[in-house]
């Protein structure tokens, strides 16, 4: 691991403000995934902003009847709450389906959605990574990519989004609240929080320097049955091959969204409109376009066959 220096930040802006001003600084606050990519040197920054003493720890109420998430509320903390099992069922199973216990004891919301791949390639300091060192290449493209991405991918990478946690706060429509340097926020709906590659793999998420993500908000709950079926090479610990969340009204009618398969948790609301037809016309919808290696195309009728079972679970 590579020297670094270190601070606690007393207050959001004064931590913004040491992050956006010293390049190579990084927000930590559980480490659960910045760690690690340190001690292979992934991650080599020369600064660490601690912000485990920052008030971003509470669950609240919103005064529109959904739910406001500190950024450092524990991945433990938000999937045991009672109003989120209540309400937001999918977002406590897709929390439970991840990591394990003593990770999601540590690992906070915020960090959650700021994750990096897994892809083998990128934790390879040996092989080309557009995402690690970008000018350099993917290995993954025409190497070993099973676990990769099948739609939204680009020519520079055929990484994927490893996290469940974000695929249900995609399905719920959350916002992800921010303050910079400067103390002005902003709110980014969670469907813009998370970039497809394209020609820039190494920009992954809608944040300028420095910017803290202070809050997740939920809207209103949404009713409907709650699911979140993820599919893995073991049965616990291990990223999703293929994951879908869902609600489904008694009507059948739905909203779905899938993890492992992308850049980023994919949800195409026009397919949604086909949950009553079932899951082929669905998934056929949702990865229209979808552009899989000889290693992965399986991926896209395990994503029919997942979220067949989940309509199952419905009818049941």
């Excluded at 669905?282 to 195309?297: E, I, L, R, Y």
């Amino acid at each position: 691991m590579k020297a670094f220096t270190y601070e606690r930040a007393k207050d959001p802006v004064a931590a913004a403000r040491a992050v956006a001003g010293r390049p190579g600084a990084k927000f930590i606050a559980g480490g659960t995934n910045l760690l690690d990519l340190m001690k292979i040197e992934v991650e080599v920054p020369t600064h660490l902003v601690d912000v485990q003493d920052l008030p971003f720890d509470k669950i609240e109420q919103t005064p529109e009847g959904g739910l406001r998430i500190g950024a450092l509320v524990t991945n433990t903390d938000l999937a045991t709450d009672e109003r989120v099992r209540r309400d937001y069922a999918v977002l406590s199973r897709s929390i439970v389906a991840g990591a394990s216990g003593q990770l999601r004891n540590k690992a906070s919301t915020a960090g959650n959605l700021l994750q990096r791949t897994r892809c083998p390639y990128f934790y390879d300091t040996n092989m080309a990574c557009n995402k690690r060192k970008p000018g350099s290449g993917c290995a993954a493209i025409g190497g070993f990519s099973r676990q990769l991405g099948v739609i939204g991918v680009s020519k520079s990478c055929i990484a994927t989004f490893p996290g469940d946690m974000a695929v249900a706060l995609r399905l719920l429509d959350a916002v992800v609240e921010t303050i910079d340097a400067k103390g002005k926020t902003r709110a980014i709906p969670i469907a813009e929080f998370h970039m497809l590659w394209g020609d820039h793999p190494e920009r992954e998420f809608a944040l300028a320097p420095g910017e803290l993500i202070t809050a997740v908000t939920l809207p209103q709950p949404l009713g409907g049955k709650h699911y979140y079926e993820k599919v893995r090479d073991r049965a616990s610990y291990a990223f999703a091959l293929v994951s879908v969340a869902a609600v489904i009204q008694p009507d059948r009618t739905g909203r779905v969204a899938f993890g492992g398969v992308a850049p980023k948790p994919w949800r195409v609301e026009a397919a949604e409109a086909l949950l009553p037809q079932g899951a082929v016309a669905v998934t056929a919808k949702a990865f229209a376009g979808a552009t899989p290696t000889k290693d992965n195309a399986f991926k896209l009728p395990l994503a029919t066959r997942a979220l067949a079972s989940v309509i199952a679970q419905a009818k049941a």
